[in-house]
């Protein structure tokens, strides 16, 4: 039996619906020997994660996924092991989190012209510990208000990029992105390359800027990548020598993602435990 290696997952600090300790806790009681908590632009969990993977005995990859730009895209920078101090990554993350909020008041404007929902509804959709907002949230008010089915429902309908609703958040460049989560000590990692559905994917040419910024590896094994684009991405990473990942990007209730439906393999993970600058949490 190998090891059981997942390396992003979501907890109610962003937009996934149970609590850090909870992730882990269902992580290990899954099978899962090693997890990696990648909260959106946020290390507000990785105490409560790793005292979690202290008493079930799971090893703790402390991670966050970044949002930046890629010309008119966003797209996801996952960061492992990097100094949660640093203060290039450490400001670019709080000015994300801190435009997130004027951004989601202005799609609910927007949404209130034709919805029954208000910002307080989406505050009310938060937890104590959420330290990013973002659609998920919106999609959870529009649920409650019984405007949309679930949160999937609230994105094909009312939340993707398309409609008239949707806001662009304020970000940085992809490759600053990168060079900042370098600058922390972090492993860089692009979280799933060729999901369609977020606005288009990258090309070869676009992501070649990025290795040259610093970017270490592919997200090839996630649901969002069509199988035809995996072997595409596996190319790339043989070519440019990144290493590849596979994992859930869990969000609880939030998504139908499975802990654990996707892994990394063993050898993948002593090379981001080798680069990054913190350790893993032991069990
Ligand atoms: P935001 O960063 O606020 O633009 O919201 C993007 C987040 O919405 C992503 O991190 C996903 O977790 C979530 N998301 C995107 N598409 C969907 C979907 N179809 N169903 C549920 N959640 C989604
Ligand atoms: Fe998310
Ligand atoms: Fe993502
Ligand atoms: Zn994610």
Do not use: C
């Amino acid at each position: 039996m190998g090891m059981r290696i997942d390396l992003h997952t979501h907890s109610d600090v962003s937009d996934g619906t149970d609590t850090p300790w909870a992730v882990v806790a269902d992580a290990a009681a899954t099978g899962l020997d090693v997890v990696a908590l990648t909260d959106h632009d946020s290390t507000a969990g990785w105490d409560e994660a790793a005292a979690s993977a202290r008493e079930h005995g799971i090893m703790l990859i402390r991670g966050m996924e970044l949002s930046a730009a890629f010309g008119p895209r966003t797209v996801h920078l996952l960061s492992y092991l990097h100094d949660p101090e640093t203060p290039g990554l450490v400001e670019y993350a709080a000015e994300i989190r801190e435009s997130r909020v004027g951004r989601a008041q202005r799609m609910v404007d927007l949404l209130a012209e034709d919805f029954p929902i208000t910002w307080e509804d989406v505050i009310g959709q938060t937890s104590e510990g959420t330290a990013t907002i973002g659609r998920p949230h919106i999609a959870d008010a529009l649920v409650a208000a019984g405007v949309a089915s679930d949160r999937s429902q609230a994105f094909e309908s009312l939340l993707h990029n398309g409609t008239r609703y949707y806001v662009r958040n304020a970000l940085r460049p992809a490759a600053e992105a990168v060079t900042l989560i370098r600058e922390a000590g972090g492993v860089a990692v692009l979280a799933h390359p060729a999901a369609i559905a977020r606005g288009g994917i990258l090309s070869d040419a676009s992501i070649g800027r990025l290795v040259e910024a610093g970017l270490q590896g592919l997200e090839v094994d996630h649901r969002d990548n069509p199988p035809e684009q995996r072997a595409r991405l596996r190319r790339l990473a043989e070519q440019w020598q990144l290493l590849t990942t596979g994992s859930s990007d869990y969000h609880g209730d939030g998504k139908p993602n499975r802990l654990g439906e996707n892994l990394t393999a063993p050898s993948v993970l002593d090379a981001i435990i080798e680069r990054g600058t913190l350790e893993a949490v032991a069990p």
